[in-house]
């Protein structure tokens, strides 16, 4: 599997790409930056899966915390409202 | 057989998708091997059809009665279902906890990932491009059209269900239950207030 390279608590930017095919990052959070809140483990790559392929090495997944604020720029509600999304480290880069 | 679409059900003619073929094919060869029979299979689809959502009912039940049970479940979902006996296979899980800060909802934006081992087959409106394009853009809106008006101060967490693991919300205990048995307690935890979209009643609600 490949290495882990972020810890709870670092930075990260959504990759703001648009490939085609079976994607698990929703577009509304490409882009988005947020911060790690835990890693799930490693799972074979659902991009590959999708394409009869074995998804390996397993890439490492996190759960991502975005503020709302920062997702939706017009969002209304409490300031402390968050926003948690499961994203394949190869998504991710440190903002 | 297989296949529980909204649209078979409605007897709209469409043609076999890729995966229905290959589903038809599988089954019928392990049925002319003798591995299965047809009966084993329509017995499944019936138990998966029946399965409600009294499974996730004990563990929130369990947790509300064990503090120590809580804080295994919130460790490790998946080990925590296993000691109750609950057979999960391949679901990982991740319980939430509501507390008097925080508010805990649940939503696959991109399909309808759900903890069908636990609460059973998801409902309609949880596959519905209104609840999974909403909840994520105002989850506050979404959650008073369900009767759920939460202060601002209480900060509502919104989790998109979009990889490999599986939610569930536990809700907090009703005020007024401190004497009732755990069965009594599981009782009040409907399935809504394990996605998140509804409170469990107490007797004073």
């Known amino acids: 599997m490949a290495d882990a390279q972020f810890r709870p608590g670092d930075r990260v930017r959504v990759i703001k790409a648009y490939p085609l095919g079976h994607i698990r990052t929703p577009f509304y ?25 074995d998804g390996l090495p397993a890439q490492p997944l996190y759960r991502v915390r975005f503020d709302q604020k920062d997702v939706w720029p017009d969002y209304r509600g409490g300031p ?6 499961e994203i394949y480290q190869h998504w991710l880069e440190p903002a | ?38 009966e084993q299979v329509a017995q499944e689809v019936e138990a998966m059809r029946k399965r409600g959502y009294e499974r996730g009912s004990r563990v929130v039940a369990r947790a509300w009665v064990d503090p120590e049970y809580k804080k295994r479940l919130l460790a490790s979902g998946t080990r925590a279902c296993e000691e109750l006996g609950l057979d999960i296979p ?64 209480v900060a509502i967490r919104v989790h998109d269900s979009t990889a490999d693991m599986r939610y569930l919300v536990l809700p907090m205990r009703p005020q007024g239950t401190e004497s009732w048995s755990e069965e009594r ?21």
């Not at chain 2, 853009?137 to 939460?150: D, Q």
Request: charged content about 25%; proline content about 6%.
């Open chain 1, 29 to 53: 959070i490409r882009g988005k930056c947020g911060t790690i809140e835990r890693y799930c483990g490693a799972f074979a790559n659902p991009e590959e899966l999708a394409q009869m392929r």
């Open chain 1, 80 to 85: 402390k409202d968050v926003l948690e999304v």
């Open chain 2, 185 to 205: 307690l599981a009782s009040l935890v409907n399935r809504d207030s394990m996605i998140g979209v509804a409170l469990p009643k107490g007797p004073g609600d």
């Open chain 2, 90 to 153: 391949a679901l990982k899980l991740l319980v939430v906890e509501n507390t008097p800060e925080v508010h805990n909802a649940v939503v696959c934006t991109l399909c309808s990932c759900y903890p069908r081992m636990l609460l059973g087959i998801p409902p309609e409106w949880y596959k519905s491009r209104n609840y999974r394009s909403r909840m994520v853009r105002e989850p506050r809106a979404v959650l008073a059209e369900f009767g759920v008006n939460l202060p601002d101060q």
């Open chain 2, 1 to 38: 057989m297989a296949n529980d679409s909204a649209k078979e059900d409605q007897g709209t003619y469409q043609p076999l998708s890729y995966f229905q073929l290959m589903e038809v094919s599988l089954r019928e060869l392990l049925v002319e091997k003798g591995i299965i029979t047809e």
